[in-house]
């Protein structure tokens, strides 16, 4: 009850609950520059682990000896393995030509159905057809249904011989979400590249999906990476050292690494704006104090001992701190609606690796940022109302009806 009567009397005119406000609203703004930077680290190496899933799948398999007979060698010790999917590719390297542009891209021989299962990306082909990265066709200027010819070396056992060339008519342009592999990934019919190599019927690479439903992955990568890790090993020490294992993070794991170490530091260094905006809220307390100070001696007079005044403090203290969380959840939802549509923030995705950031948060990091504000908060609070309640009421009184 009296929190409540302390409140009216402290919030009772207009130019205290403009104080109030601004107060709160810089308090909110610090909570969520650290949100937002937590949540664009977390939104950008989950965008990064779907691209690089949507391009290679969970766990890719390499014969160390070049290419292989998937079903004399493999086909069997994945099936033991339960393994939910799989799909074999004939991957080489090559050059695209468009008049007098050329540019050195990694060619995949796929088959479409299984390389969808495997990976989510859908690619449809015929043959003569290929289908680009996003950013391969922006620097050729092509589009659908336009030609271009691919150069090949002549044959798996013949690198030094010269190269063939070869005309494709352009079936779909595909984005994996990452600049790299956008710039550098076409995709062709399996089949026909295994004629193109001559290596008959044999495949150099096999990409596995451990998990039918990718609805746990899209909902947390890291989470559904653990279980990556662990089927890994499993292969691993099935198939001996004939074959290389790489999960779908292998090229980007130091990326990934330094995102997180960055995202740790960052937020660590931003605690300082918490406490800054804190001494904002002391700013407003003081001010409170001293316009306030008469009807606060009153009431110690009147019998309302200093514990009770404390608490009153501390319950104003409480409210500024749930109306900043509110308003710097509505700050991380407009941060991430500028990320998201505003030019302004779009990246050089050559610099980057990827075009376009966005916030991702969990529950969890919105409680822990919160809850660390508090921790700073009510320890600067009481300290600081500690040192102004040490005025005695009869000293107050004087100071105050003199």
């Known amino acids: 009850m009296f929190q409540s009567t302390l409140l009216q009397l402290f919030l009772k005119d207009k130019t205290t609950r403009k104080f109030a406000f601004g107060v709160m609203f810089g308090f909110a703004f610090s909570m969520s520059v650290i949100l937002g930077n937590i949540g664009i680290m977390d939104g950008f190496e989950g965008a990064l682990r779907?691209?690089?899933k949507k391009s290679t799948g969970d766990i890719t398999i390499h014969s160390r000896y070049g290419f292989f007979d998937f079903d004399s060698f493999l086909k069997h010790e994945l099936e033991l393995n339960e393994i939910n999917s799989y799909s074999t590719l004939v991957?080489?390297?090559g050059f695209i030509i468009n008049g007098e542009t050329s540019k050195g891209v990694l060619i995949k021989?796929?088959?479409?159905?299984?390389y969808a299962l495997?990976?989510?990306?859908?690619?449809?082909?015929?043959?003569?057809?290929?289908a680009l990265g996003v950013e391969l066709a922006k620097y050729l200027g092509v589009k659908v249904s336009d030609f271009i010819v691919l150069a090949l070396a002549n044959g798996n056992n013949q690198v030094s011989g010269l190269p063939s060339l070869k005309r494709y008519k352009v079936r779909s342009i595909v984005s994996h979400g990452i600049y790299q592999r956008d710039l550098r990934s076409l995709y062709v019919n399996r089949a026909e590249l295994q004629g193109d190599l001559n290596v008959e019927n044999r495949v150099n690479l096999v990409a596995l999906s451990i998990s039918q439903d990718s609805t746990n992955f899209l909902k947390d990568p890291v989470s559904y990476s653990q279980k990556i890790e662990v089927k890994l090993d499993e292969l691993n020490s099935?198939?001996?050292g004939s074959y290389k294992l790489k999960p779908y993070w292998n090229d980007f794991i130091t990326l990934i690494k330094a995102v997180k170490e960055e995202k740790f530091f960052i937020s660590i260094i931003l605690q300082i704006i918490v406490v800054i905006s804190i001494f904002n809220v002391l700013a407003f307390v003081v001010f409170l104090n001293e316009k306030r100070s008469r009807e606060l001696f009153l009431f110690k007079a009147l019998g309302m001992s200093q514990k009770d005044i404390r608490k009153g403090w501390l319950y104003l203290m409480s409210l500024i701190w749930l109306g900043s969380c509110f308003l710097s959840i509505i700050m991380v939802q407009l941060f991430n609606l500028c990320l998201k549509h505003l030019p302004f923030f779009k990246l050089p995705g050559d610099v980057y690796t990827l075009g376009e950031l966005s916030i991702n948060l969990d529950l969890l990091e919105y409680i822990l940022v919160f809850m660390i504000s508090y921790y700073w908060l009510f320890i600067i609070s009481w300290l600081s109302l500690f040192v102004m309640n040490r005025k005695s009421v009869l000293t107050g009184l004087r100071k105050e009806f003199s």
């Open 50 to 52: 779907i691209g690089l």
């Open 109 to 114: 021989g796929i088959d479409p159905k299984t």
């Open 91 to 93: 991957q080489t390297e």
């Open 118 to 130: 495997v990976t989510g990306l859908e690619v449809d082909l015929a043959s003569g057809e290929v």
């Open 238 to 240: 099935k198939l001996g």
